[in-house]
């Protein structure tokens, strides 16, 4: 497997403290099954500021550290990146960047509410090439109360990520019901970790695919799973909505 969005890079934001905590991580995301993660440390959240730069350099150095300890897992670079607008001088600048280098940038949005100008930036951002994911959408109370927000913003070009913590139900019952939700409806293109220990925000990504699977079936967990690995190989990721036809459901694919 393929995690997007993760918290490994050791001393700089909220995850991993050390290069031993990162070599846990690192340890526990091959048990989990994962063989490639992309490393996303916060950036201008207001609390951490991890420029493009230094990211690639500390994680040259954590694959190197994992070499040297004989753990079997590929570190890619790349940001959670706070909606902000100075985002696309940050692009332009590359202080700001793509996951793996990619179009794709791992957007988060505050966790109460949608900036005003959060539809015109993702359209700026197609402008410049740039594919957003929103980051766990289902933890933001704005659009976990109104799904409508949501369908409008992945309308206007936006991909999105739901969290395996959500997914596997230890935010409650009510949000996890409502990741099946979103699957079914084809709001979702992504699940990620965003692990930041072994502990309380550890993988468990294989886990929240399986669910997946019995919820919404093996067809939806291949299309997730597969555009983890299109992402990672800069190729086109498509939105699949589900809409209504002649009294039954059915799927299409656009942007």
Wanted: with cysteine; aromatic share 6%; glycine share 8%.
């Amino acid at each position: 497997m393929i995690d997007i969005h993760t918290h490994i890079l050791p001393g700089i934001d909220d995850g991993a403290a050390n290069e031993e905590q990162a070599l846990q991580m690192a340890r526990a995301a091959v048990a989990d099954g994962i063989h490639t993660l992309i490393a996303t440390p916060h950036h201008y959240n207001g609390k951490y500021t991890n420029p493009g730069a230094m990211v690639r350099e500390r994680v040259q150095a954590l694959n190197a550290l994992l070499q040297a300890n004989g753990v079997d897992v590929q570190v890619l670079p790349g940001q959670e990146v706070r909606l902000n607008r100075e985002l696309l001088d940050e692009l332009q600048s590359g202080v700001t960047i793509g996951l793996h280098d990619t179009t794709y940038v791992l957007l988060e949005l505050p966790s109460s509410d949608v900036p005003s100008y959060t539809e015109e930036m993702l359209h700026e951002l197609l402008l410049m090439g740039r594919i957003p994911i929103i980051a766990h959408p289902e933890r933001n109370a704005v659009l976990a109360s109104d799904t409508e927000q949501l369908s409008r913003l992945i309308e206007a070009g936006a991909l999105a990520q739901l969290t395996s913590h959500s997914i596997n139900g230890v935010y409650g019952r009510k949000l996890q019901k409502l990741c099946f939700t979103w699957c079914k409806q084809g709001l979702i293109q992504f699940v990620s970790s965003d692990a930041h220990n072994v502990e309380h925000r550890a993988f468990h990504l294989r886990q929240a695919y399986e669910a997946v699977r019995e919820q919404c079936g093996s067809d939806m967990t291949d299309y997730l799973m597969g555009n983890a690995e299109r992402l990672v190989a800069g190729e086109l990721v498509r939105v699949r909505t589900a809409a209504v036809a002649s009294g039954r459901k059915w799927w299409k694919l656009w942007g």
